[in-house]
């Protein structure tokens, strides 16, 4: 029986991370992941091909407006095999990658499908394995739709979504999240009808409502329609969906007939079949798996992170907790993470990007708080590019001036809102922000801006 220090089960970006840095750390390391590839959720089926998806088909939708720059591109095509193939070959050089990291720094990936036999044992088809600390990454599945029944053809989950063969006349997408948006935009770009239905009265639940307005209106002016307020059934008819959609308020249906049809109503955990329930490791009342600070489970030996346990399912914060969790094994100090200081990114174009609390949350909690805002209309480089949808708003504390939220709405806001993040979680100030010296012209001035704003010192509005 091979012996490690530390077993993880599932390389996704939280399993991998964790793997490769405690072998930084001078653990002997061994990651156990049933696909054939590394990376997870995200590297395969999730986050990159979406994002090569939403890359090439903006190239595509940027033709359109081109004349406005005086460029005539005069016949143009698209080839979706082609952006299909591309999309692939991203996907494997960013594996292959993974892979050379694991070598290079000494974990042993094991190919199969880890399950916990015992505490201490990891079996990977016909091996044992002896491990001192068990590290569960397993990250989540897509969420299902009750009654539907997925095919990958008609009925899809965010996996279907990015390989179907060709584009359909008309998608349904049932979720206005994240995932639900980004293929929508994806499709839309490409010439299907799109259709997003909601279950709530708005789309992005949980982000600030005005932004999430926003979006709804840029998306609405691109091609996207929406139905909100909406209880979603749907079955498979021939090559067809019919989706029967139930206003929430009145009780009156609709039926949607669908070439394809996407769930994108969120993920759960994936941690059936590991073996949790036999070996007594406590999961919460929604599937998650319940750790403390340092993420071990309330079994000995068994730690768990990323998707699994609570906090927003996001790659990056995976990532953080299987570094945190490996530092602390080893014996490095390593806080906690603090997932407030977590930012969110839908890559829409525009792009919308969040952190720390909307203004919704603090009105709720009865928190004194400035806002400050700023429209990219007004910014010169978003002039120059011709993009100047969106804002930039900021909450903060009128007594400290800490920052206690900051959301973007516009192009790169994936980018403009790190310097907040690493603001917010250093404790730079409204002031601080608004007083260093941004580049002239650059779209991060907006962020200067709405800080300015916030103190009721604006310059530009």
Request: charged letters at 20%; hydrophobic letters at 45%; glycine letters at 12%.
């Amino acid at each position: 029986m091979r012996e490690f220090d530390l077993v993880v089960i599932g390389a996704g970006p939280g399993g991998y991370v964790a793997a490769i840095r405690a072998a930084q750390l001078g653990l002997s390391v061994a990651c156990v992941e049933e696909r054939a590839t590394l990376g997870g959720t995200c590297l395969n089926v999730g986050c990159i091909p979406s994002k090569a998806l939403l890359s090439s088909s903006e190239h595509w939708a940027d033709l359109r407006p081109l004349a406005t720059h005086g460029i005539s591109p005069g016949e143009a095509s698209f080839d979706l095999a082609a952006m299909m193939a591309r999309k692939d070959r991203v996907v494997a050089d960013l594996t292959k990658g993974i892979a050379h990291l694991f070598k290079k720094n000494g974990v042993e990936w094991l190919n199969g499908r880890g399950t916990i036999p015992a505490p201490g044992r990891v079996q990977v088809g016909d091996e044992t394995l002896a491990a001192k600390t068990i590290l569960i990454a397993t990250g989540s599945d897509p969420a299902g739709l009750p009654g539907a029944i997925v095919d990958e053809e008609v009925i899809l989950t965010s996996t279907g979504a990015l390989t179907l063969p060709q584009v359909p006349g008309h998608l349904v997408v049932i979720g206005a999240g994240v995932i639900g948006l980004e293929l929508g935009q994806v499709w839309s770009r490409l010439g299907a009808k799109v259709t997003v239905v909601e279950y709530l009265d708005r789309i992005l639940p949980g982000a600030d409502a005005e932004i999430a307005r926003t979006a709804q209106r840029l998306l609405q002016r691109q091609g996207l329609a929406f139905q909100l307020g909406r209880k979603a059934s749907v079955m498979r008819e021939g090559a067809r969906a019919v989706v029967t959609l139930e206003r929430r308020d009145t009780g009156a249906t609709e039926t949607l007939a669908a070439d394809a049809m996407l769930i994108a109503i969120g993920r759960r955990p994936r941690t059936s079949g590991l073996g949790l329930e036999a070996l007594g490791v406590a999961v919460d009342p929604r599937g998650f798996i319940a750790v403390d600070g340092q993420f071990r489970t309330n079994v000995p030996g068994i730690l768990a992170i990323g998707d699994v346990v609570p906090g927003p399912m996001l790659a990056h914060k995976a990532e953080e907790d299987g570094i945190a969790a490996v530092e602390a094994l080893a014996g490095h100090a390593h806080p906690a993470p603090d997932y407030s200081q977590v930012p969110g990114v839908v890559y829409t174009a525009p792009e919308i990007a969040s952190l720390g609390a909307t203004e919704e949350a603090l009105k709720d909690a009865g928190r004194a708080h400035v806002t400050g805002k700023f429209q990219f209309i007004a910014n010169g480089r978003a002039r120059a590019m011709a993009a100047t949808d969106g804002l930039v708003k900021v909450l903060g504390c009128p007594d400290t001036g800490r920052i206690l939220g900051a959301h973007i709405i516009g192009r790169n806001a994936g980018e403009l809102i790190q310097p907040l993040v690493l603001a917010m979680s250093t404790g730079a100030t409204l002031a601080q922000v608004a007083g260093s010296s941004h580049a002239h012209p650059g779209m991060a001035e907006a962020v200067k801006e709405a800080c300015l704003a916030a103190l009721g010192k604006p310059l530009h509005a």
